[in-house]
């Protein structure tokens, strides 16, 4: 079997708010030419301040993939799956608070509780608004349910089959560990 040894090159600050929403293109370079010059991220997106200036070997690859990986899927799930269940319920996170919070708890009153809250009108706009990034998108496709078969190989197919499979396994943890729970916490199930 053939080593491989990849560079790939980015370019990124370190300072708070130095990402990009630039298109960047990655070229992977070897000894027997280079690549295409592939778009590494979404227009729009930003690239993470302070990332590596160059990944030297395969395991720093599979590393900064896995966080790219991770953080587009479980940790948007946690993020945003459960927006509107939260914040339908406006108290829990006003967008906008039409009174200064009071300095003393003993001066709270309901008439200066419903005072501070946004009125109806903004309420509702809090609520479309979560209910927008909550919920499914209608063009979502979940992990590992490829549209575009890239990988024909026996080897390939056996890996994303083994992917899919471990997919399977954590949503039937997550369901097991939700019996009985009321309201149940399915944010994170990969279907």
Not at 96 to 113: A, R
Request: glycine share 4%; charged share 20%.
């Amino acid at each position: 079997m053939t080593t491989m040894e990849y560079k790939v090159t980015v370019a990124t600050g370190t300072l708070e708010y130095s990402g990009t929403n630039n298109s960047v293109y990655v070229t992977l370079v070897g000894e027997n030419g280079e690549s295409e010059r592939t778009l590494l991220d979404k227009p729009g997106l930003d690239l993470c301040r302070g990332l590596p200036n160059e990944l030297k070997n395969k395991q720093e690859l599979i590393t900064v993939l896995s966080v790219v990986i991770f953080t587009t899927t479980a940790q948007q799930a946690a993020t945003n799956n459960g927006q509107f269940d939260f914040c339908s319920f406006v108290p829990n996170t006003p967008c906008t608070m039409l009174q200064p919070l009071p300095t003393d708890k003993d001066s709270v009153t309901m008439e200066l509780i419903m005072n501070t809250l946004p009125d109806i009108s903004q309420s509702c706009v809090q609520m479309a608004i979560t209910w927008h990034l909550g919920r499914v998108q209608p063009d979502a496709i979940p992990l590992a349910q490829y549209e575009e078969q890239f990988f024909t190989e026996p080897a390939d197919q056996k890996i994303i089959d083994d992917f899919k499979q471990d997919l399977k396994d954590i949503e039937e943890e997550i369901l097991q560990q939700n019996k009985g729970l009321e309201p149940p916490y399915l944010y994170l199930c990969p279907s």
